[in-house]
């Protein structure tokens, strides 16, 4: 069901959850000082309570309340990628943040979103969390449509018509004197060096150390087709392909494009849309190609590509 801006703040200000678009992915958004809400927000989700949640904020002084303690460069990070998809972990106070939001760690995750409509709307709600909209473990939501396929026609989506990333944010930690990457997202960590001076290492791919963010450890983005990826097809092949424009492949295989390699930032917004296709049609498996460099945005395309299609739930 639609919403608008002001049913969608009456809503959230009752205690309800609902769902917001941001220049990402659409976000399943609950009050951070309502608990029955934030609550509710795991168990439509079924996800599991020790995978924290996101905060969102409209501006810095929603911060001052927890108290945090901010990191070096974290203000040049602020100033330079907020409002923008850039989600950075602050050590706070976690007697100021109900233990549910942060899954019991005493850091908490927060991103000021791009989004005009989110941004009104966290103007009169205040700081909201909010997971991306999906059934846990399922590709994000990058249209009302596919909220409401995860969640039914009646549940309320609060639209904007601007474009989306079609990737969630890129989520950044200060550990042992630098900042790490904790999850991939729509800004690559080429991004980074102008303002920190360094590219930020990827945490459990650049480096061995276990990844600090709870959420990356399960199988995600997944339809409920089994995916092939591959570098190689072969003229005999036959099946689904997630390709790109331009490509040649088998001619009995059926593609369904991705968009153009020259294109990153159109593959990002259109891959869970596609890969939500294949379920839609019924298609049980498909092969993916991933015979692309790893730099900039595909490598956040291949790690959401490589999670989508691991046998580990
Ligand atoms: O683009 C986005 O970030 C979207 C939109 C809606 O804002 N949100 C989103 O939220 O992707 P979610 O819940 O689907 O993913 C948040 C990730 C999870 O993997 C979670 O484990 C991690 O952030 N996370 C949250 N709080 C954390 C914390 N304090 N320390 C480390 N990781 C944290
Ligand atoms: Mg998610």
Not at 51 to 64: C, G, K, Q
Not at 118 to 123: E, Q, S, T, V
Not at 172 to 189: D, F, S
Request: aromatic share 8%.
């Amino acid at each position: 069901m639609r919403i608008t801006l002001d049913e969608a703040a009456s809503l959230i200000q009752n205690g309800q959850v609902v769902a917001v678009p941001t220049e990402t992915v659409y976000g399943l958004a609950a009050s951070l000082n309502c608990l029955t809400a934030i609550r509710k927000v795991f168990e439509i989700k079924g996800r599991p309570l020790n995978n924290p949640l996101i905060v969102h904020i409209a501006s810095l002084e929603d911060l001052a309340p927890f108290h945090p303690s901010f990191p070096l460069h974290f203000e040049d990070l602020a100033e330079h990628f907020w409002p923008g998809p850039l989600t950075i972990v602050l050590p706070i106070d976690p007697n100021k943040v109900p233990a549910e939001v942060r899954a019991g760690l005493s850091t908490v995750a927060v991103r000021m979103p791009e989004n005009e409509t989110a941004l009104k709307l966290l103007r009169k709600t205040g700081p909201l969390v909010m997971p991306s909209a999906n059934l846990s473990g399922r590709p994000s939501s990058t249209l009302a449509e596919h909220v409401e396929a995860d969640f039914g026609e009646s549940f309320p989506v609060l639209e904007s018509g601007l474009k989306k990333r079609g990737l969630e944010s890129t989520i950044l930690y200060y550990h042992e004197g630098a900042w790490k990457i904790i999850r991939q997202g729509a800004l690559p960590k080429e991004a980074f060096t102008l303002i920190l001076g360094y590219e930020p290492t990827i945490m459990g791919y650049e480096s061995n150390e276990a990844p600090k963010c709870p959420g990356q450890l399960y199988r995600h983005y997944a339809p409920h087709a089994k995916l092939h990826l591959t570098k190689t097809f072969e003229e005999g092949m036959s099946g689904t392909i997630l390709g790109f424009h331009g490509r040649k492949y088998p001619s009995k295989c059926h593609v369904i494009s991705l968009g153009s390699l020259n294109n990153p930032e159109e593959i990002g917004e259109k891959l869970y849309g596609c890969l939500r296709e294949l379920d839609e049609r019924g298609i049980a498996s498909a092969f993916v190609d991933i015979d692309f460099p790893l730099k900039g945005l595909f490598r956040t395309i291949y790690e959401r590509l490589q999670k989508a299609s691991s046998p580990f739930h």
